[in-house]
């Protein structure tokens, strides 16, 4: 077995601030260096000093083309590969060459990417702008090495087309807002506060064959037919346990090329579901980190592949087992190194923590319809909610010790003592006693305090984490700045910061939750206490044209009305594409694949009631089975014409919101009800005539 040195892989293949340091000269990395950290722009002979070192680096690794790689509203990443090679000269002879200006502007066709109006057929000029926030780096595979240039993508008109510009808006809104509040405290040494994100990554490996033996495995991403396999997850023996021979293979090669590219990939495991796993960085950067994630997803697919293994991102590829997410862990830290939402060892008597944490309530409460928004898409309707991840109402975790010191402020105006963890007596003289954690954990909380952070566990495994840090960064952007306005114009400092935590804490209580969210009781309290219960991705896009949502957004300059516009029209269409595609897919199956094979079977089965009563014998179980098939077959049929029809009316609305309203009200319920049809058909029918592997042999043959 071949010995991995990851202190000397890590980062390989990033320009990273070492490599610019070692290749530009002192003034220019110094003025990148302060661009980096204080914002402004590079000067084009800086820049052209940066390309020319960037590209003599990525020569000598083995590149020969560089990509302006962004994050378009697909949720996936894009990239155009340009050749770094010149026109010839009169001897024949090309030069490498690149420019500072090919590094900080790209073109791209705006009108081909999901724009929501914003750029029509007619006009389909866009900008790619460097982000010299996130380092360059080096991509291996098929098509040789690629320099790849993380970037803003912009239309002609200077509207956000992507998820990075609005993230990169709303990480400076939080840190001028989180500065104000920390010089009220006396802090005069940070220059920015940073949000830290650290995004775990779920996901599930089958065996590539039998993966391209699913249609709609191949189109749609999950199984649109299917029954459990007789064993699921019920023992519970998949957590955690040992990890497979084949799967180690794709995890140990998966870390070295997350290590090259500088993904600090530091947790796997066995997830709950048979053949499901996770994956779990260290914290970064909001916008690093949401770059990263991006290369996890990518890098997962592609390392899969080279093991004969089809990696699945979808949030429920498996009915009956549970579904992917992404938890997404969100702090706030100073420059200088302080994690504003650690609490120190007497959490109630940290005015500043508290502060923050009222704030954090105010904000989750005011908009927990634009939190739940930020979680939803289509995959995530299937497993939100679903007795494995949280529920589609927005709750806030404090645990004990905090929502103890919560209740002393809301009920005395004081808060005089913080529970404290005790120690763990394990009743074996041989283990070590050890302090416990002062709270326990909540894995049904959709929004959790985990000791210095928040973690939000709603997250879809196969979106972009852009979306949801935005939107967290802006709702408490907007808190910090309502409590700084306050506080700023106070003559007593110290009494108006304890009545404004008061105020806070006792206004917005109702969204603290630390019991079972996956409880239907529940479900009853959350509605008699007023919290918004949105069940679906069509009615969760409703919220980001609110008065209260545009007002927000605009405040801040994170989105403009015509970019919020733009984001619903793009959600409502994408719904519709990606429950077409399923519905299409479910239509060319049934019809294709199950139906004659079902056919087939009653003709042998026919052919069996014959054969035993020419012998003499009754055939009455023969019979039986024969007229239980044909009548849910005749009802599968039936259930697919009712599909194809409902499809076909669709074709006639044109607004975006009505038709992707007539998909969650009249298509989907066709697609299911054929689905039970087929699966009902699936659990009786000889597996041998079965046209397509089912749960069994995809779970569990990995």
Not at 222 to 236: D, H, I, N, S, Y
Not at 295 to 315: D, G, Q
Not at 323 to 351: A, F
Not at 654 to 672: C, G, I, T, Y
Request: a negative charge.
């Amino acid at each position: 077995m071949s010995k991995i040195n990851v202190e000397e892989i890590f980062a390989s293949n990033v320009f990273t601030l070492g490599v610019m340091q070692e290749r530009l000269p002192k003034e220019v990395f110094k003025d990148v260096k302060k661009v980096m950290e204080q914002g402004g722009e590079l000067s084009l002979a800086d820049a052209n000093v940066v390309a020319k070192a960037m590209k003599d680096w990525a020569v000598e690794k083995g590149a020969t083309h560089y990509t302006h790689w962004f994050q378009p509203l697909t949720g996936i990443t894009a990239e155009k590969h340009d050749a770094f090679v010149t026109v010839p000269d009169a001897f024949g002879k090309t030069l490498l060459e690149f420019s500072g200006k090919e590094l900080i502007k790209g073109e791209s066709d705006a009108s081909s990417f999901p724009n929501g109006g914003i750029r029509s057929t007619c006009e389909a000029r866009g900008y790619t702008a460097w982000d010299i926030t996130s380092p360059a780096f080096l991509k291996e595979d098929s098509t040789g090495v690629l320099l790849c240039i993380p970037t803003a993508f912009c239309s002609y008109t200077g509207e956000a087309l992507d998820k990075k510009t609005p993230l990169l808006r709303s990480m400076e809104a939080i840190s001028a807002q989180s500065l104000r509040i920390i010089r009220l405290f006396g802090n005069t040494t940070a220059t920015k506060v940073i949000p830290s994100v650290g995004a775990e990554q779920e996901y599930f490996l089958i065996d590539r064959d039998k993966y391209l033996k699913r249609k709609d495995l191949i189109f749609a991403g999950r199984t649109l037919f299917g029954v459990p396999a007789p064993k699921g997850q019920e023992m519970e023996d998949h957590y955690f346990g040992t990890i497979r021979d084949r799967v180690g293979a794709f995890m140990k090669e998966l870390n070295v090329e997350l290590w090259k590219l500088g993904v600090t990939a530091k947790t796997q495991h066995n997830e709950a579901a048979p053949a499901q796993h996770e994956l779990a960085p260290i914290y970064e950067t909001a916008n690093i980190a949401v770059d990263h994630n991006q290369l996890i997803m990518e890098t997962m697919k592609k390392v899969a592949n080279r093991h004969n293994l089809t990696c699945l991102l979808h949030e429920k590829p498996f009915a009956g087992v549970n579904g992917s997410g992404k938890h997404d862990n969100w702090s706030l830290c100073t420059d200088t190194g302080i994690n504003l939402l650690d609490p120190g060892k007497t959490p109630h008597e940290n005015i500043q923590f508290l502060l923050i944490v009222a704030c954090i309530m105010k904000a989750v409460d005011t908009h927990a319809d634009l939190l739940r928004q930020s979680a939803a898409d289509v995959g995530n309707d299937h497993r939100l909610g679903a007795g494995e991840a949280p529920p589609a109402i927005i709750s806030m975790f404090l645990g004990e010790q905090l929502e103890d010191v919560v209740n002393q402020l809301v009920e005395t105006g004081e808060a005089a003592r913080s529970i404290r963890g005790e120690k763990l007596e394990t009743g074996v003289s041989t283990l070590p006693g050890f302090e416990k954690d002062a709270t326990d954990r909540n894995r049904t909380s959709p929004f959790a305090f985990t000791g210095n952070k928040f973690e939000f566990r709603m997250v879809g495994s196969s979106d972009s984490v852009a979306g949801p840090n935005t939107t967290l960064n802006a709702i408490v952007a907007e808190a910090f700045c309502e409590a700084a306005d306050v506080l700023e114009a106070a003559e007593d400092f110290d009494m108006a910061v304890h009545d404004l935590i008061k105020e806070y804490m006792t206004k917005h209580q109702r969204i603290i939750f630390n019991g079972d969210g996956y409880s239907q009781k529940w479900v009853e309290e959350a509605a008699r206490r007023g919290l918004p219960n949105i069940k679906t991705t069509v009615e969760a896009v409703e919220t980001l044209l609110t008065e209260k949502s545009v007002k927000l957004f605009e405040k801040f300059g994170i989105f403009t009305k015509v970019e919020l516009e733009s984001r619903a029209e793009v959600l409502y269409e994408t719904y519709v594409k990606t429950i077409n595609i399923e519905a299409r897919t479910m239509i060319d199956m049934a019809s294709k694949q199950y139906i004659p094979a079902i056919i087939d079977y009653t003709k042998a089965l026919a052919d069996t009631v014959l054969a035993v009563q020419s012998a003499g014998v009754d055939a009455v179980v023969q019979k039986n089975l024969l007229v239980e098939v044909s009548d849910k077959l005749t009802k599968a049929k039936m259930a697919l014409d009712v599909l194809v029809d409902v499809r076909t009316q669709s074709k006639a609305i044109k607004n975006h919101k009505e038709r992707a309203f007539f998909f969650k009200e009249q298509v989907v319920p066709a697609m299911n009800e054929l689905r039970g049809h087929i699966d009902s058909l699936e659990r009786i029918v000889d597996a041998k005539v079965w046209p397509v592997p089912n749960y069994g042999e995809l779970i569990f043959e990995v």
